[in-house]
């Protein structure tokens, strides 16, 4: 039993959106995403870190979900990104995998998922800076709301922390998240949503109490990264 990290797997099996046309490493990706889950087990589990498909709907999704649950192996914890448009409520979401036979699909938001004694927390975050406007703030505002939900979920666990948007990289830092995992003595914190020239941005290792890590799909070469055994 062993516990990954990935996010930012793009999928467009049905939205005629791939990623494919980027290049910078997105050529194949799909079938890089295969060889790369090649490691995980079945009885291991993945945390996804959002944008996981271009579909605008969860029906459009579809394929994408049964290429997740169906094809590639492990237990998976689902996480919101800026381009999940699928995104609905937990119980619509729920309700769909079960109707579709999606058993190893589950929705991380406003809750914690267990791995053994270690708490698996998170939420999309935000980039309250670079989205300043005023109508974004309640955005932000809920954002916080529900990663405190998710960590006061934990209880008094170890816990580690799963975002879309990286709360800090060069030249920003998201003080109020950072706050938060701070607060909540949270060991690591991975995150996603860098892509390309955008790499050398990420920040790595420990930063205060925290390490902070991005587990973006092409970043890490289309391999989850291990987090624990």
């Not at 994408?64 to 094809?71: P, Q, R, S, T, V």
């Not at 800076?129 to 934990?154: C, D, H, T």
Request: aromatic share 14%.
């Amino acid at each position: 039993m062993a516990l990954y990290a990935i996010g930012d797997t793009h999928l467009s099996l049905s939205a005629n959106k791939p990623m494919d046309v980027f290049g910078g490493g997105w050529e194949g990706y799909v079938d890089k995403l295969r060889e790369g889950f090649a490691p995980v087990g079945d009885g291991d589990t993945v945390v996804l870190c959002g944008d996981l498909s271009w579909g605008m709907s969860l029906e459009e999704a579809k394929d994408d979900f049964a290429f997740l649950d169906h094809e590639l192996p492990g237990e998976k914890w689902l996480l919101k990104g800026n381009h999940d448009y699928w995104w609905t409520t937990a119980s619509k979401m729920n309700a769909f995998f079960q109707a579709n036979g999606f058993t190893r699909l589950h929705i991380l938001h406003n809750n914690c998922a267990l791995y053994g004694e270690t708490a698996l927390c998170g939420t999309r975050g935000w980039f309250f800076e670079e989205n300043g406007a005023p109508q974004w703030e309640k955005v932000f505002n809920r954002e916080l709301i529900r990663l405190e939900a998710s960590l006061k979920a934990a209880g008094e666990r170890d816990k580690l922390c799963f975002l879309h948007y990286p709360p800090l990289y060069r030249g920003y830092r998201c003080q109020e998240i950072i706050d938060l995992l701070e607060r909540y003595r949270v060991k690591a914190c991975y995150y996603g949503h860098l892509h390309g020239p955008s790499h050398r941005l990420a920040i790595e290792g420990a930063q205060g109490a925290v390490d902070y890590r991005l587990v973006s799909a092409d970043f890490i070469g289309f391999r989850p990264k291990k987090i624990l055994d």
